[in-house]
């Protein structure tokens, strides 16, 4: 079992930076890959990237390539997102999952509850 604890939400305004945490507990995140995702309230839970459980494979979603970093360190047992640039449509409550490597919500077996990022002015 594995327990997620994301962090580091917040208000931020247009153009700049939030840095998000997602630490773990329970069982190694070395095993999982991870990924980072993000949803409004009433819409569906969209996917914005994950990465390989040894860091060498990452990928984007077009929304925030170049944006958006995700990194994580195994030995903190934590998986980060650092978001520059951001937009007021950023908004939303982010969330981690720790599974397969993947872009589809469903290949992930364990989910944080949620920080929410609010993008205005």
């Known amino acids: 079992q594995v327990q997620l604890v994301e962090s580091g939400g917040g208000l931020v305004q247009p153009g700049g930076s939030l840095r998000l945490s997602c630490a773990a507990s329970?069982?190694?995140?070395?095993?999982?890959?991870m990924g980072w995702f993000r949803q409004v309230p009433g819409k569906e839970r969209v996917f914005l990237t994950p990465?390989?459980?040894?860091?060498?494979?990452?990928l984007y979603a077009d929304s925030v390539k170049g944006r958006f970093t995700i990194s994580r360190d195994n030995a903190k047992n934590t998986v980060y997102l650092q978001m520059n640039n951001l937009k007021p449509e950023d908004t939303a409550i982010y969330y981690c999952a720790a599974g397969g490597y993947s872009a589809n919500r469903l290949n992930y077996r364990y989910w944080g509850q949620g920080t929410q990022v609010t993008v205005t002015s």
């Open positions: 329970g069982r190694t995140l070395s095993s999982y890959a």
């Open positions: 990465i390989s459980a040894s860091a060498t494979s990452t």
